[in-house]
C-alpha cells in the first residue's frame, strides 16, 4: 500500500509507484532475466577493465587512464538505476520513498554529467595527441588527467545539487505513479502540487552543460578527423582512426541518448518512446561501452590476454 502522510488537511505523498513496470504473471520475469545478465555483464565488464588498466604498466597513459575513470564510473552509474529496476520486475510493491527518489536522481545525474565531463577531457587528450604530438609528453602530465579527474567529479557533484535540494522542499500530495523506469525530473515534478515552472531555468542550464561538452568534443573530433586525413602514411591514418573510433563511437552513444532525452525542451514523447530512450542511455550505452574498449582495442586486449595468463600461472604454480 502506498504510504500517505496528513499534513495541514492535505494527503502528501511520502512514497512513488512505478507504474509501467509488468507484473511477474504479465512477463515480468522475461525482461528481468536478460537484465540482470546485461547488468552482471557491465559490473564484470567494467571492472575487468579498471583492474587490467591499474596493474599493466603498458597501459600507464592518459588515454587509458581516463579510461579506466569511465570504467569506475560506468559501474555505479549503472547501479543507482538497474538493481531498483530488477527488485521492481519480481516485486509486488514497486514503490520507492521520496528520499530514495532523491537520492537515485541525485547519483543518476551526478554520475552521468561527470561521464560527460570524462568523455571531454578523454576528447581533449585525444586532440593534443594527434594534432600537438610534440609537445602531448609536457602537457598531459600525470597531475592534468587528475586535476581533470577531480574537476569533472566536482562538476558533476555539485552542479545538480541545487535543483535536488530545490525538488525536496516541494510538496507531492496527488499521484504518486511515475511513468519512468527510474526517478528523473521530468516525471517526478509532473507530479508536484505547486508552481513547478522554474524548472524551466534549469532546464536550460542542463541544456547549456550538454551543449557546451558536445560542442568541445565533436569540435575537437572534426579538427583531429582533418589532421588524420593530411597524414602521408595510410598506416598511420589507420592507427590514429582506430584509436580515436572507440572514443567517438562512446561519445556518439552517450550524447546522442543525452541529447534526445534532455534536449526536447517543449517537445512530449510517448510513455514508450520515453522508456526506449531511458532504457538506450541508462543500459545499453553502459553495456556496450566494455565491448567497445576491449574489443576494438588491441591494446586493451592483450593486456586483459597477459592478466589472465599471469592468473593462469600464479594458480598452475600454487598447485
Known amino acids: 500500500m502506498t504510504q ?12 512513488f509507484f512505478f507504474s509501467i513496470f509488468p507484473q511477474m504473471h504479465e ?37 587509458y587512464f581516463f579510461i579506466s575513470v569511465l570504467s569506475f564510473l560506468e559501474i555505479w552509474y549503472t547501479t ?17 520513498s521520496l528520499a530514495g527518489c532523491l537520492l537515485q536522481m541525485y547519483f543518476f545525474h551526478s554520475l552521468g554529467i561527470t561521464e560527460g565531463c570524462i568523455l571531454t577531457s578523454m576528447a581533449i587528450d585525444r586532440y593534443i595527441a594527434i ?16 586535476q581533470l579527474t577531480a574537476g569533472s ?15 525536496a522542499t516541494l510538496p ?36 547549456a552543460e550538454i551543449l557546451a561538452s558536445f560542442l568541445v568534443i565533436a569540435l575537437s573530433y572534426i579538427r583531429i578527423i582533418v589532421v588524420i586525413m593530411g597524414m602521408p602514411s595510410a598506416e598511420g591514418r589507420h592507427k590514429a582512426f582506430s584509436t580515436c573510433g572507440a ?3 562512446v561519445f556518439l552513444l552517450f550524447f546522442g541518448s543525452v541529447a534526445v532525452m534532455y534536449l526536447r525542451f517543449s517537445a512530449t514523447y510517448s510513455v514508450f518512446w520515453d522508456t526506449v530512450i531511458a ?3 541508462v543500459v545499453l550505452a553502459p553495456f556496450l561501452n566494455p565491448l567497445i574498449y576491449s574489443l576494438r582495442n588491441k591494446d586493451m586486449k592483450d593486456a586483459i590476454g597477459r592478466f589472465f595468463y599471469s592468473q593462469k600461472r600464479g594458480n598452475g604454480s600454487n598447485r
Open 4 to 15: 500517505l502522510m496528513v499534513h495541514e488537511n492535505q494527503t502528501m505523498v511520502t512514497e
Open 247 to 249: 572514443h567517438l563511437a
Open 153 to 167: 567529479c566536482l562538476c558533476g557533484f555539485f552542479i545538480v545539487l541545487p535543483e535536488i535540494v530545490w525538488i
Open 131 to 146: 594534432c600537438n604530438p610534440l609537445r602531448y609528453p609536457t602537457i598531459m602530465t600525470p597531475k592534468l588527467c587528475i
Open 279 to 281: 532504457v538506450t542511455f
Open 27 to 63: 512477463g515480468g520475469l522475461l525482461f528481468f532475466i536478460p537484465l540482470l545478465f546485461i547488468y552482471a555483464f557491465i559490473i564484470i565488464g567494467n571492472l575487468m577493465i579498471f583492474i587490467v588498466i591499474q596493474l599493466d604498466m603498458a597501459l600507464h597513459t592518459p588515454m
Open 172 to 207: 507531492f500530495c496527488g499521484s504518486n505513479q511515475i511513468q519512468q523506469i527510474f526517478c528523473d525530473f521530468t516525471p517526478v515534478l509532473r507530479l508536484a502540487c505547486t508552481d513547478t515552472s522554474l524548472v524551466v531555468i534549469v532546464d536550460a542550464i542542463h541544456a
Open 80 to 96: 543507482t538505476t538497474i538493481p531498483k529496476m530488477l527488485s521492481n520486475l519480481v516485486s509486488e510493491q514497486k514503490t520507492i
